[in-house]
């Protein structure tokens, strides 16, 4: 194993798991606008998946509001969510996410591993609906990119 970043395809999304009466985590989420998948853009405006299938395997709570940037946000805490057996699973593993009132997006998201913050992204300049090109997200891996793990 080269442990180097690579680009892949976007993979096919399931079909058939959209009946109205499936429960919600059984749905398969289909964004309306298309950013690349488990990037920090795609976490930030459609946190969907995220939230279903990491915040909600930690213990949360709502614990206030603030002003981010302006914006009114909602406070949430996690503690340890889902364990990935990697460097990173520790029972002190905590994230905090500010979530706009208005749009649902997350405007913060804080994660800390024993009250240290290893990784803190906040939204700097947010407008809705506004048009992007097609190109606003494209990534490729620098030649050479290690991964982290």
């Known amino acids: 194993m080269h442990r180097l970043g690579t680009q892949r395809p976007v993979r096919n999304r399931p079909r058939g798991l959209s009946h109205a009466d499936f429960?919600?985590?059984s749905r398969v989420y289909e964004p309306i606008t298309p950013l690349p998948a488990e990037t920090l853009p795609e976490t930030l405006v459609h946190p969907a998946g995220y939230c279903q299938n990491f915040l909600s395997t930690g213990v949360c709570a709502?614990?206030?509001s603030d002003v981010v940037n302006g914006r009114e946000a909602v406070l949430l805490e996690c503690d340890h969510p889902r364990a990935t057996e990697l460097p990173g699973d520790r029972p002190d593993f905590r994230i905090e996410v500010a979530v706009d009132r208005g749009t649902g997006i997350i405007l913060r998201l804080?994660?800390?591993m024993g009250g240290s913050i290893t990784r803190q992204v906040d939204v700097v300049d947010l407008g809705t609906d506004v048009p992007l090109p097609p190109s606003a997200f494209d990534f490729v891996f620098?030649?050479?990119t290690t991964m982290l793990y």
């Open 62 to 64: 709502v614990v206030g």
């Open 23 to 25: 429960p919600g985590p």
């Open 110 to 112: 804080v994660e800390s």
């Open 142 to 144: 620098p030649t050479g």
